[in-house]
């Protein structure tokens, strides 16, 4: 569903439909939740699931910054910081595959600062100026930390 919602959203946001765009990015956030809820609470994992998750969540947040930064909505580097951070994972998991490895489990610190992305970039897109970017800069430090975590475990794991 998140990956299908990936081209509505953005679809809306080159329109100029802020509100448009942020509604169908938060209902994709919510999906993503709910997902990950009704998986662990009745033990409904998959293989395709545990791939196509975190392939959805990349390519979700990747396509959104992407936009941001190119409609200068946000300052350039902060998309740059956590674009870095996305291809990161994403790019290291799909290598970590193809050696036949199991991928990461996302650390609570790594949930929440995506979580906090998440609701910045549709605080962003929904035109809340109460907190506007100061979430941003609440995420960056917490996604920096996030993927140094993630090399580590990465690391020891190989």
Not at 9 to 35: A, C, H, Q, R, W
Not at 74 to 94: A, K, N, Y
């Amino acid at each position: 569903m998140r990956i299908l919602l990936i081209p509505v959203f953005l679809y809306f946001f080159v329109k100029g439909e802020y509100f448009m765009s942020g509604l169908f990015f938060t209902i994709s956030g919510l999906t993503d939740f709910l997902d990950g809820y009704l998986a662990r609470k009745y033990n409904m994992t998959s293989k395709i699931g545990k791939i196509l998750d975190p392939l959805a969540d990349k390519l979700t947040i990747i396509g959104i910054l992407l936009v941001l930064v190119k409609m200068n909505i946000i300052p350039r580097f902060i998309s740059v910081i956590l674009l870095s951070r996305e291809i990161f994972i994403l790019f290291s998991s799909g290598i970590a595959y193809l050696m036949g490895r199991n991928f990461i489990n996302p650390s609570l610190l790594g949930k929440t600062s995506m979580f906090l992305l998440y609701i910045a970039i549709a605080v962003k897109l929904l035109n809340i100026h109460v907190v506007d970017l100061a979430l941003f800069y609440i995420v960056i430090p917490l996604n920096i930390i996030s993927a140094v975590d993630y090399l580590i475990k990465a690391y020891k794991k190989l």
